[in-house]
């Protein structure tokens, strides 16, 4: 018998990851608990059998899940797009499949992804298209900084030339970082040695945006605290007309340095010296700048406060000329969305929230009616709910008007008059999709059939009326389908679990009690 105690270990498990983890976990016990002799006392384990059922776990991959993707929605909100395996063994194709109907359309034959003069065509890593849809940006070739890949060398593919033509191409291999089309798909900007880049297409020709770049100045990307507390990596914006770049800039000087010690790579130890601010120390001092696509001078945004002891947690255009700057105090319980003219740096206050203990990024604000508004979630009433707030300040509404913590926020229908977000309201383990009136009026309606206890998670098209839909149960594998927004109709089923679930019923057969824990007033969810 295992018994758990413990909300995010059943949260873990809802996941396609998770959910592998607990099967992983489920039929390891269960080999130890069929080895052991039904005799009181410590029972001796059958070494051979549990060594067999972990080979079967991680090395055969007996109980692994079928995935879908990496895909991603295109722009008409009809397809997506996704890599895989080029029929004969050429490489990999970039496809589009219609998401209603499957048909499939190669976009980019992985033959055409061959760079001159080599035998193997450029491994995927990443992509994105232009905003035409007339070149596409490949990330090959990358190298992990710190937790992720996030640098590598990018090769641009103009699909009616076929030309292919490597970005960087005299720098050192895996030096350039968030390579981003400009919106005409005519430029790239990227960030190479803490300094910011813009290059030419046509004609390779390369424009530095940035030359202050060195050990303690980081120009377009982040310093340690913003990548580890604030998630911020990819550091620089391009504004929707493509004149001009909005990016963080860190003065890391002043931060005391840590030395991490490498055991396990080499022989020998290898010490990395990194700024890294322990509490009450001195932070990086961080700004954001505006620099024109062309080169020449940045203009500072003109935000208050101390540097070192504020945050610019996120950044984003909200029209070709105004900035939208999130920013914290170091406490982190006051948090301001500011605006910020791009041309004069001048910072107004838009929106201020505040908590007595703590406060978390928003990392989705969706601005609506033609701008005059954006969404933003708060926990200012005791639950994390939705508001609308004009930017004029004029009136805060609340969107999501029930009794419930909303997880995430997924997307505002083509009308502009729905919000779809995650929420549970009766059951904390248990994740469903919802939607609510912007105008605050009516409870939120749920979208997810009641017939489907359990955990779903979606990735909502551009307009909201399709989805990809995960669902799974402590009993039931992820299953990842296609469906019709609002009406949840089923349109495609993307992945095949008939098999698994079928190898999986020795193992999930015996009952399972889910059941709370009262610890000094704190319930904690379980299952045994």
């Not at 498990?13 to 410590?42: D, E, H, I, K, Y």
């Not at 970082?177 to 790239?188: E, Y």
């Not at 931060?255 to 080499?266: E, H, P, Q, R």
């Not at 383990?429 to 609510?436: A, C, F, K, N, V």
């Amino acid at each position: 018998m295992t018994a758990v105690a413990s909300s995010a270990h059943i949260m873990a498990a809802a996941r396609p990851w998770g959910t592998f983890t607990l099967v992983a976990t489920l039929v390891a016990s269960a080999a130890v608990a069929q080895a052991q002799p039904a005799t009181l006392g410590r029972p001796a384990l059958d070494r051979a059998a549990l060594d067999a059922e972990l080979g079967r776990i991680f090395q055969a991959g007996v109980y692994a899940v079928p995935r879908f993707g990496p895909a991603r929605w295109l722009p008409d909100g009809a397809g997506y797009s996704t890599v895989e395996a080029a029929a004969g063994g050429g490489g990999t194709d970039i496809v589009r499949y219609d998401a209603a109907t499957g048909t499939r359309t190669v976009l980019v034959p992985g033959a055409r992804l061959l760079p001159p003069g080599q035998k193997t065509a450029l491994a995927i890593s990443d992509y994105a298209w232009s905003n035409d849809g007339a070149r596409v940006l490949v990330f090959t070739n990358t190298a992990k900084v710190w937790r992720q890949n996030t640098r590598g060398d990018y090769w641009v593919l103009d699909l009616q030339s076929g030309r292919l033509r490597q970005l960087g191409a005299t720098e050192p291999a895996s030096s350039l970082m968030f390579a981003k089309f400009s919106p005409d798909g005519t430029r790239v900007a990227y960030v190479r040695a803490n300094n910011l880049y813009v290059e030419r297409i046509d004609d390779g020709r390369v424009t530095p945006l940035t030359t202050s770049g060195s050990d303690t100045i980081v120009n377009g990307t982040s310093d340690w605290v913003y990548e580890e507390e604030l998630d911020v990596r990819d550091g620089f914006r391009w504004s929707p007309d493509g004149r001009r770049i909005a990016f963080w800039q860190f003065d890391t000087a002043g931060v005391g340095i840590f030395t991490l010690l490498n055991n396990t790579d080499s022989l020998y130890p290898v010490a990395t010296r990194i700024p890294y601010p322990k509490p009450g120390t001195a932070n990086s001092a961080a700004r954001i700048g505006v620099v024109s696509a062309g080169g020449g001078n940045t203009r500072w945004m003109d935000t208050p406060g101390d540097p070192r002891d504020t945050y610019l947690a996120r950044l984003e255009w909200r029209d070709q000329d105004t900035l939208a700057i999130q920013q914290l105090n170091r406490l982190q319980n006051q948090q301001d969305l500011l605006s910020a003219d791009a041309s004069s740096g001048r910072v107004t206050r838009t929106f201020r929230d505040r908590s007595e203990t703590w406060l978390d990024v928003v990392d989705q604000v969706t601005w609506v009616d033609q701008g005059r508004a954006f969404l933003w979630t708060s926990e200012r009433d005791g639950w994390r709910h939705v508001y609308k707030a004009a930017t004029d300040g004029s009136t805060t509404t609340l969107v999501t008007t029930f009794s419930a913590d909303i997880l995430s926020m997924g997307g505002v229908d083509a009308s502009d008059e729905w919000v779809y977000v995650i929420a549970s309201p009766d059951n904390p383990t248990t994740r469903y999709l919802y939607r609510s009136r912007l105008d605050g009026t009516g409870t939120p309606e749920r979208v997810t059939p009641a017939s489907q206890p359990g955990t779903h998670s979606y990735r909502i098209a551009p307009g909201a009326r399709l989805a990809f839909h995960t669902y799974s149960r402590f009993d039931l594998p992820p299953v990842t389908d296609v469906v019709e927004l609002p009406s949840h109709r089923v349109l495609r089923t993307l992945t095949d679990t008939s098999a698994l679930r079928k190898t999986l019923e020795p193992v999930l057969a015996p009952p399972v009690e889910f059941f709370t824990v009262d610890a000094s007033g704190v319930t904690l969810d379980g299952w045994m």
